[in-house]
């Protein structure tokens, strides 16, 4: 028997309204994604996504800001999946090692449905607005990243006068958006998680 204590709370359910709005949300996001994809990104208005899912412009801004959000709802929280996941790996690994392994989640959303995938990689690459809000998203990322990856090069604390946390974090995210952008232009030719290593290989060692 585990000498573990059993919580004997129940789990914590969502509200119906909860997954009322979870599936609104859903539905306008597929909408917009549908309309972008036929449409193109650029050429496709708020209105439009609003008239196709049958949800008025208020409704709309409530579930999403702006529409780069509407297509990219599934990564806009991954900064945090990241660095849970990264906190989880051995400390054995060098942060460099755990910092790609830690992107692994974020190539499972990939693989999952790799044509809807390819298709947000091919907008994403191709428009310019699109580049802009991903870079902002992944900065965000980089601040949520920093301290554990201090923590793992040694230091006590988060010391903004070390220059290798962020540089280890750029240098990652800049290799992922390289990944992406050859699996993209290769049609997935090369699987992406393959196009990453790949590409993370390119320095020919580890940089930690």
Same mark, same amino acid.
């Given at each position: 028997?585990?000498?573990?204590?059993?919580?004997?709370?129940?789990?914590?359910?969502?509200?119906?309204? +909860?997954?009322?709005?979870?599936?609104?949300?859903?539905?306008?996001?597929?909408?917009?994604?549908?309309?972008?994809?036929?449409?193109?990104?650029?050429?496709?208005?708020?209105?439009?996504?609003?008239?196709?899912?049958?949800?008025?412009?208020?409704?709309?801004?409530?579930?999403?800001?702006?529409?780069?959000? +509407?297509?990219?709802?599934?990564?806009?929280?991954?900064?945090?999946?990241?660095?849970?996941?990264?906190?989880?790996?051995?400390?054995?690994?060098?942060?460099?090692?755990?910092?790609?392994?830690?992107?692994?989640?974020?190539?499972?959303?990939?693989?999952?449905?790799?044509?809807?995938?390819?298709?947000?990689?091919?907008?994403?690459?191709?428009?310019?607005?699109?580049?802009?809000?991903?870079?902002?998203?992944?900065?965000?990322?980089?601040?949520?990243?920093?301290?554990?990856?201090?923590?793992?090069?040694?230091?006590?604390?988060?010391?903004?006068?070390?220059?290798?946390?962020?540089?280890?974090?750029?240098?990652?995210?800049?290799?992922?958006? +390289?990944?992406?952008?050859?699996?993209?232009?290769?049609?997935?030719?090369?699987?992406?998680?393959?196009?990453?290593?790949?590409?993370?290989? +390119?320095?020919?060692?580890?940089?930690?």
């Amino acid at each position: 028997m585990s000498g573990m204590l059993e919580d004997p709370r129940p789990p914590v359910r969502p509200t119906a309204r +909860a997954l009322a709005r979870s599936a609104v949300a859903n539905h306008v996001a597929e909408t917009a994604f549908e309309l972008f994809a036929d449409r193109g990104y650029e050429s496709t208005t708020v209105d439009d996504i609003c008239i196709a899912a049958g949800v008025s412009r208020s409704s709309f801004f409530r579930y999403f800001p702006t529409k780069e959000q +509407a297509l990219l709802r599934r990564v806009i929280g991954f900064g945090e999946e990241m660095r849970e996941a990264l906190e989880k790996r051995p400390e054995v690994e060098t942060p460099w090692t755990a910092l790609r392994r830690s992107l692994d989640p974020l190539l499972a959303i990939y693989s999952t449905d790799p044509d809807r995938a390819m298709r947000v990689a091919q907008m994403l690459t191709g428009t310019q607005a699109l580049a802009v809000h991903h870079a902002t998203k992944v900065a965000s990322w980089r601040d949520t990243l920093g301290p554990e990856v201090s923590r793992r090069l040694g230091n006590q604390s988060d010391d903004p006068r070390d220059p290798r946390p962020g540089a280890l974090i750029a240098a990652t995210f800049g290799y992922l958006d +390289a990944a992406i952008a050859a699996w993209a232009q290769g049609d997935g030719a090369l699987p992406l998680a393959a196009a990453l290593d790949h590409a993370m290989a +390119a320095i020919g060692s580890d940089p930690t």
